[in-house]
């Protein structure tokens, strides 16, 4: 598989965070990379640390308490230089968001400002970053809300959040984030909160930009019928590591990992027949706080296949045959 | 619209009439005769029957009541009866210094506090929000008398910048005037400040963490703008309504500070209304107090739909 540089890569990120109780590091081991006019999809369980590693990337970790503290996330500029954005001041990532790499949010109906109208609250951003005139930018805005299909969007421009429903309002975010054309999207579970006929539009709406626009895009996700749908490659997250990524249809055809491999057992579609007849969807025991020994892999307490090995050192991320990456020792053996 | 608005008067109204009822009823529960109080020690009982005959005492009260809100509905608040003239006229001759001393005190109290508590949210348990904090609460617990007393000395006598006391010679113009006004809008700004800061800070703290401050970041707007147009864009409701409130207070006479500095106002008015027993002035001023305050509710209710698109009229 040979591919172009990608516009994203991550390596061995990490983020701590100082609480009261001592530094904890939610994300401590993560590798991905997005591709342009291709999807990444980020998998895991709720808590395994993917938000928090967009947030890193996009620099909006609360600085008060908390920050990436190792690693090296490397964006490739429109110019061609490629930039540690784990390294850039506050101040040169802030001309970065809004205009190369732009983000949609999970809750949309949180997510825009009550008290200004939709039209504004894309027009503001137009004007910011490309110098614009008002009237310009407002009708820029009408244009994006009429590229992520919001009907009549002369005037619903002038509409105010609480008008709108919560599909609309994820329209309204995903009008905003391509508002500058960025070349990368970063979407944290944008379809969490929605209907699943809302749901499936929206997905597909996020695809058709990205192919229009030729744009990377970093989809969080804790669902893997979402993965199917709109992925290229696949990055899965546990306990704020990466531990296997791999092509999308290699993943679902031959995943390696034993906990992408429960993951995929865990499809409701996967269900199997118990023995009084009805279907039964497997799950796997335990959460993802589960305590791992100090230095061990961090699945081994929930893992079907842990030997001593896997409590005792902590494996790391290795390509594996079939072009994936995996992040287990006894990968071999299963 | 038009409904909300028909029946936001209504509301208005009803409350005018308790007040009026509280006020009419209050007066007659206090001890003792008014006639004979106002009449003194040596009035004869003829004296006394005359001025209750004078002020309709002498009839049930059932029909004094009625009477009495008839007189109100059609603005008439009654007769002064020490300073032989219209309980009107005699607030409105006092309304001028009360008026302009609770708008720059107010105006003062907003420029200290909305300032101070946005800093204080922005820079939450830095040294910038300790300094806030803790002058807001030193503000809060000085007496405004003492502060008004060592404004007077220091300013005042010392320093000779301001008028020590007053509202000017009768026949001085308008700016001197203000100027004997300067010294206790600064007392009441600072004093009230302490209140406004708290507010400011903890409703922007609130909308500080909301998603759409996050949205506003991811968008590269600038700090200050984030801060200035999308946190305190919707942090204002509460900071109108405690500005409102303390303006309402301010206006219902700042009793102290206008004995403190010899303003002849409202609050004074009162004062010197209760210590002769001068009852139609004192109902008269509480009516038009509790009208001020009604119509001050009235505006904050008209600015809230001006900045929250949500607040439905």
Redesign the interface.
Known sequence: MTQPAPLLAIENLAVTFRTEAGNVTPVRGVDLAVFAGRTTALVGESGSGKSVTALAV?G?LPR?SGGISGGSVRYRLKSGETSDLAKLPPEGM??????EI??I?Q?PM???????SVGEQIA??VR??TGTGSAAAMRRAVEMLGLVEIPDAARRAAD?P?QMSGGMRQRV?IA?AMSCNPRLLIADEPTTALDVTIQAQILALVDRLRREHDMGVLFITHNLGVVAEIADDVTVMYAGEAVEAAEVRTMFRDPRHPYTRALIDCLPARARTGADGRRVVSSIPGSVGAAAAAGGCKFAPRCSHAAPPCHAAHPILEPSDGGHMIRCFRWRDL | MVAAIARRLAGMLAVMFIVATMVFFLTRLAPGDPASLMLGDQATAADIAELRKTYGLDRPVAVQYVLWLKEIASGNLGQSIFLQRPVLQAIGERAEPTFFLALFSILIASLIGIPCGIASAVWRGRVADQTVSGSAMLAASIPSFWLGLLFIQFFAVRLGWFPVAGYGDPGADLAQRLRHLVLPAMVLGIVNSALITRFTRASMLDVLSEDFVRTARAKGLPESRIVLRHALGNALVPIITVVGLTAALLVGGAIVTETVFGLPGIGNLVVSAVLRRDYPVIQGALIVIAGIYVLINFTIDVIYTLVDPRVET
């Open positions: 996009m909006l008060a802030r001309r970065l968001r809004g205009r732009a983000m949010f809750e949180t997510s825009l400002n009550p008290v200004l503001e951003q910011h970053h105010y609480h975010m905003l």
